[in-house]
Nanobody
Framework: QVQLVESGGGFVRPGGSLRLSCAASGSILSIYNIAWYRQAPGKQREYVATIVSDGNTNYADSVKGRSTISRDNAKNTMYLQMNSLKPEDTAVYYC??????????????WGQGTQVTVSP
């Protein structure tokens, strides 16, 4: 069974940095598109960033220039480096990936989320 587990969240002051990780485990053949989303209290889940199989990336305007999405295919792990954090970045951050398990078709998977809190 494929699982995504995020880590690296926490409390940080404005202007600080965090590096979120998302580790995929299970019988994985391939990982394709990977994305990060976030959901602030009382708000809908919103898109943050994507990295596709060839390494191309895309970012939401709200984090562009402050965040970097990356992947380590050998470790089945994905990252979101966030710098110059603002209070409005406070949210639960989720990773999402298109994964082909061994012997199965491609499915879309979500992690359980990791809390990021930015406050003075």
């Amino acid at each position: 069974q494929v699982q995504l587990v995020e880590s690296g969240g926490g409390f940080v002051r404005p202007g600080g940095s965090l590096r979120l990780s998302c580790a995929a485990s299970g019988s994985i053949l391939s990982i394709y598109n990977i994305a990060w989303y976030r959901q602030a209290p009382g708000k809908q889940r919103e898109y943050v960033a994507t990295i596709v199989s060839d390494g191309n990336t895309n970012y939401a305007d709200s984090v562009k220039g402050r965040s970097t999405i990356s992947r380590d295919n050998a470790k089945n792990t994905m990252y979101l480096q966030m710098n110059s954090l603002k209070p409005e970045d406070t949210a639960v951050y989720y990773c999402n990936a298109d994964i082909r398990p061994i012997g199965k078709g491609i499915g879309n998977y979500w992690g359980q989320g990791t809390q990021v809190t930015v406050s003075p």
